[in-house]
């Protein structure tokens, strides 16, 4: 992908800038792969268009309290400079009072960022009316945001494609299974589960099954954990979304099937992986599985569709996703063309097998290439962002 220039970009987004764009990003951050996918994802991809980010990190500080305080000195010695505001942090980190003193020394627009917006919306909700813009990664939970007196916007996740990448090696092997790269626990768990037990070649890459005891995902069924519980009854009691995860997190927790069979014949079992192996995997890999339902509300009879960093992520690299169908997913990428979509249990089996078919291989090379252009053409940060800017 060719970069643009500086200049056509921030003709884009602010004509009547002459410098390059700089974006004060309030972000706590940890060294963990939570946080720092947002370094490696939208900061990297900006910054081959010329957008630099300036980040303060709240969790430097021994206290919330402290962190405003010294945020608002921070924004005063750079505020010749900024041209946005930027959070995705709820009010208890960033506290609503800190962003009307940034908007009155700044005078910048102002956007907050809302990546869990969908199963925690309420977080933000005192935060968020001192936005000028919120920026929803699922639309199901736009009318909260509506009635607080927000102005929204939706975009859901990207990929970055200087970051993920197809295999580019002239020889690339075919790993002629359907793979999961990541712990699998709760619906992960049984969809692979699901999967094995009816023939289907499966391989997971997580340290998660080579080391008995790092989590729950080997080892039989998930505990009851009371205190667990509660906790979520306080956060999913008051709207509906929240309210049908909480049943199905009960329900499955009682079930049978939350962890992962791991010594089935059909199950390949490797460490995790790097970056690198990682997009070359999703490049190898026949078929690799994404879930698209919010947390274990894939049990109930009408799951809530979630989409995840993962649905960019594999066909940016040049992977096929399977996935089950739900109508926002439909319309990034193209069934049997682009993704592999399934309505059913029975479908899964079958469309998992009938593209593991040796004889279709040249078919699932051909989908993968449509699905990395795709990605490209579409499902970018700078897309997203370019999006974001508009309403602005």
Known sequence: MKGHTRQCVLSNIYPKLNHIMKILYYFYELDTPMYLWQREHFMNELSHY??????????????PEI????????AKTCRDDIDLFLSCDETKILFPETVREIK???????????????????????????????????????????????KTIFQTYAANPYFFHPNRTEVKSIINKVG????????????LNYLISNGVECAVYSNSIINKGYNH????????????????????LRFPIGRKVLYSTIKNKLSRQSSLTDDSPFLTKAPSVSHDDMCSLYSSLSLSLNISELRDTYILKNPIP???LRTFEIPMCGGLQITSYNDEIAGYFEDNKEIILYH???ELIDKAKFYLDERNTTLVAKMKSAARLRAENEHTWKKRFDEVMKQI
């Open 104 to 150: 009155r020394t700044l005078s910048v627009p102002t956007v907050l960022i809302c990546w869990d917006n969908l199963e925690l919306p309420y977080k933000q909700k005192a935060v968020a009316k001192a936005f000028d813009l919120i920026w929803l990664t699922s639309h199901e939970t736009e009318y909260l945001f509506k009635s607080w007196g927000c």
């Open 217 to 236: 995902s080997v080892g039989g069924t998930k505990k009851f954990d009371p205190i667990d519980i509660a906790v979520k009854f306080i956060r999913y």
């Open 344 to 346: 059913s249990d029975e």
């Open 67 to 74: 962190a405003n305080e010294e945020f608002i000195r921070f």
């Open 306 to 308: 979630k989409i995840h």
């Open 180 to 191: 999961f790269i990541g712990t699998p626990y709760g619906s992960r768990a049984n969809k």
């Open 50 to 63: 010329g957008i630099e980010f300036i980040t303060f990190n709240p969790a430097k500080y021994d206290t």
